[in-house]
């Protein structure tokens, strides 16, 4: 049963390091579009959903639904920047990268209360 609990837990922080890299990533175009806003010409750019890039990443989920994952093959591409038909309306890209940097929070907070979790079963050993 502990061989079982330890893969879980080393699956769930290597999709919550993947969270982090995908908001990472997606703040990275929000603020790339905040740049452009002066542009008349510029278009939005926006990151493909994350569990899209996680289901492309060879990811693949057994009959019980559950994520059986390769490491390794998780990366987000230049294809998975879209580029939109509209254009870019500054406030709108600040209320997008308010709302990235809260799940970047919450997302880190969950890390540390995870982490913190470790160190207390570690140290009671």
């Not at 994350?50 to 591409?77: C, E, H, M, P, W």
Request: proline share 2%; glycine share 2%.
């Amino acid at each position: 049963m502990l061989m079982g609990t330890s893969m879980l837990n080393n699956k769930l922080s290597i999709l919550m390091q993947q969270r982090a890299q995908w908001l990472s990533a997606k703040t990275q175009l929000t603020v790339e579009n905040i740049a452009n806003s002066d542009m008349k010409s510029a278009k939005r750019k926006e990151l493909s959903p994350f569990l899209s890039i996680l289901s492309r990443s060879q990811y693949a989920r057994t009959n019980t639904g559950r994520l059986l994952t390769d490491v390794k093959n998780f990366k987000i591409r230049p294809e998975d920047s879209i580029t939109t038909k509209d254009e870019i309306s500054r406030e709108q890209e600040m209320m997008l990268l308010t709302r990235a940097t809260a799940d970047h929070d919450g997302l880190m907070s969950i890390i540390k209360k995870f982490h913190q979790m470790y160190r207390t079963i570690l140290a009671k050993s």
